[in-house]
Each structure stands twice: as C-alpha cells, then as structure tokens.
C-alpha cells in the first residue's frame, strides 16, 4: 500500500516517538499502583506528579490546579456538570455558543432536562461570537459561561481574553474548551482570564484517552466520578499512569518546540490554501481569515459533496475530513457552518484539511495536484445527477 499523506490532525494526531518512549516503561516494569504503600510506588507516583507540573507549565497554571481526565469529552462535562451541580442554588442559568463541540452541547442539553437553563450565543460569518453578546446574555441567575477556544470544524479563534475580562467583572466562573489550541498555540489560564479549561493529549502529539481539566483554585465544583481519593478526590479511580505520562511529555514537547512547529503548519497551510483557491473556482475559506489555528484549512467546496470528496481524495491516498462532523452511522449537517450562516447546500460540501509536525512540502505539492481534478470529477458527475 502507498503512504498516505495524512492531512487530518485535527481529529488525531500520532503519537511523537518520545512519547511512546516515556510510556513504555509504565506499560511494563513500572506496574505499580501510585496508590500503593511499598517503595515501588514512588515510582509511578513521581512521574504522575511530574506530568501534572508539565501540563500546569504548558498553561501557566499551578500543579494543584490541573485534574487527569479521560480526555477533552470527559474535562468538558467535568467542567459543566460539575459546576452545575456544585452552584445550583446560587443560579441554574448557563451562557455558551452556538457552535461548540458536542461534548458540551449535549452536556447542556441534559442539563437542560434537570431544570437549567441554557443561552446558546450566535457567531458572525466567521464563527466568532462577539463578547457583548455574551456580556448581554448574562443574567443574575448564571453561574457559568462555556465558550471554546478554538472551532474544532473551522479553526476560529474566540475572544477568550475579552469575555474573561466580562465575567471577572460579573463574578462568574469561565470554562473554555481548549481542546483544539493546547499544544498548538502558547495558552496561559491567567492572561485569558478563565476559571476552568479542557484540554486533551491526543490533539498534541500525546496518547489517546487522557487529558486534563485546569480548575483554578477556589472554584466550586462537584466530581463527576465519585469513588476513590485519586486527584484530591476531584476524580476517583486508578490513574491512567502510562497515559498521563504520555500527556506529560507531550506538554513538555510542545512547549520546547512550539514556534517551530507554529511555523512549520502554518507555512504548508498556507501553501496549500493559497494554491486551491487560486487553481479551483466555487471554493470557499471558511472560519476568521487570521484569527484562526494555525493547522486550519477548512473550505466548501461548490457543486460538490463533502463525503464523497473526502472518499474519493481517500482512494488517492490523501486523508481528510468532511468538514461537518459525520460518522458512518449519522450524517448530519455541521451546526458550525449553519451557525454562521453558509447555506446548506454550499456546507454539505466542506471539507477541512489540517496539516501537523509531519507534514512534508512534497505531500502539500502531491495535494495541490490532485483535488482539482478530483473537485472536477465530482461536479462532471453532479451535473448529470443533480438529485444525488
Ligand atoms: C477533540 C475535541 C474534543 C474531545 O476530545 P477527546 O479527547 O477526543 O474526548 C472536545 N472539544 C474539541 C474542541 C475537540 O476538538
């Protein structure tokens, strides 16, 4: 089978070769219950510790403020359930966008069945919500804003500083979900103003299922899972040890090399946009033209749908994602894209392209060779089946 050029790291990201090479120990020798009384478990309980200082690093936040999760999903309904449940008798009323990821969309939405109360902002057309919006929407029964960080379909950057500033003159807690900016972007808790932060490894270089949720100190907030005393109590059950690990060094990586690396994706990103849209007609760059991640390309394309792009590009081994969120069992058009305005037809054939650490000019060169005649085929194929 060919190489294929991996154009998806916004879904995933492989795991950097230090960070297996951090982890295999603690999936080998290093079995130890960090728990445990005898000697032996100093060993996982250090590089547990060792970890939590690396992620708080990564963020400018503090050791005691960093709780393990199971990843971006778990931190996120962590973050909302849990001061939800914790604050409900001071209000039941939660701000959030139109456009996050479903991890908090339906967090809220079974909030919402137990009695609170949910404001969902707009964005503009390029999926930013405007901080007076946010400003407006607060009432004197809300506990919570949740606005994410970076759009995980279009890359957009949200003003998370300037609604810090709202909700620290409000006095209510900020959760953002950072999941698709830590490890990409510097990010630092106290200069953006929030109280409660998602972030995941495995957008970053790091293994899958783990991740972390920042609580600055003070705020309060109710476990998700209750059991055991692991994380100060804040979130039972035996530690993910070789994860964490991972997610540790991971911090560590992308916090030496960040600029490198910010250059590196953003110089083929923009190889790759600036060749497609000069070389196909009826294409479309969706999100903020600069206040967007680095890695981002996400288009519509005309005429075409995004699926079958996507298949097609996979059977000239390019690997993308169809812009909205679909999975082989449901197909559903993007919120994010309906949010902002893009009429349905034109977002059915988004498509989003991320480039990462491994990227090569030449796989950019190889892209910008394909998807013309791809996009070309497509459309030969829907003017002559205009229904399908
Ligand atoms: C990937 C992602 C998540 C979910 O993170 P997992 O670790 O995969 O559960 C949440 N929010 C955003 C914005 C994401 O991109």
Redesign the pocket.
């Known amino acids: 089978m060919m190489k294929k050029i991996y154009l998806d790291y916004?879904t995933t990201t492989p795991m950097h070769p230090e960070v297996r090479g951090a982890m295999l120990p603690y999936l080998g020798e290093f079995f130890w219950n960090p728990g445990s009384l005898y000697e032996e478990s100093k060993k996982p309980r250090e590089a547990l510790e060792e970890a939590r200082h690396q992620v708080a690093l990564l963020i400018g936040a503090r050791s005691e403020e960093i709780v393990f999760t199971?990843?971006?999903?778990?931190a996120?309904n962590f973050a909302i359930k849990g001061v939800a449940f914790a604050n409900q008798k001071k209000g039941t009323h939660i701000v959030t966008s139109q456009i996050e990821?479903q991890?908090?969309l339906y967090a809220l939405k079974f909030l919402e069945k137990l009695g609170f109360t949910v404001t969902y902002v707009p964005v503009n057309k390029y999926g930013m919500v405007d901080p007076e919006e946010i400003a407006g929407a607060i009432t004197e029964k809300t506990i919570l804003v949740s606005i994410?960080y970076?759009?995980?379909e279009v890359g957009t950057l949200e003003p998370i500083a300037e609604i810090g500033r709202i909700t620290r003159e409000k006095g209510i807690y900020f959760h953002t979900?950072a999941?698709?900016v830590v490890g990409i972007l510097p990010v630092d808790v106290d200069t953006l103003g929030v109280d409660l932060l998602?972030l995941?490894?495995?957008?970053f270089y790091g293994p899958?299922g783990v991740?972390a949720l920042y609580i600055r100190e003070g705020v309060r907030i109710s476990p998700l899972i209750h059991g055991g005393m692991q994380e100060e109590g804040r979130r039972a059950g035996t530690e993910n040890i070789s994860g964490i690990v991972g997610l540790g060094k991971a911090a560590e990586l992308a916090r030496k090399e960040m600029t490198q690396r910010i250059d590196h994706i953003l110089f083929l990103r923009n190889r790759l946009g600036d060749a497609l849209l000069k070389k196909v007609s009826g294409l479309y760059l969706n999100g903020h033209p600069t206040q967007r991640l680095p890695h981002y390309l996400s288009l519509c394309v005309e005429c075409v749908k995004g699926d079958a792009l996507t298949l097609l590009l996979d059977r000239k081994g390019i690997a993308v994602s169809p812009g909205s969120t679909c999975t082989f069992t449901a197909r559903k058009p993007s919120h994010v894209l309906k949010a902002m305005g893009i009429p349905l037809e034109l977002a059915e054939g988004s498509l989003l392209f991320s480039t990462g650490i491994y990227t090569r000019e030449e796989d950019i060169d190889v892209v910008i060779e394909t998807f013309p005649p791809v996009v070309e085929k497509l459309r030969r194929i829907s003017v002559m089946n205009p229904s399908s």
Do not use: C, W
């Open positions: 916004a199971s990843g971006g999903t778990e996120n990821h991890s908090v994410m970076g759009n995980h979900d999941t698709q998602s995941s490894g495995h957008k899958k991740g």
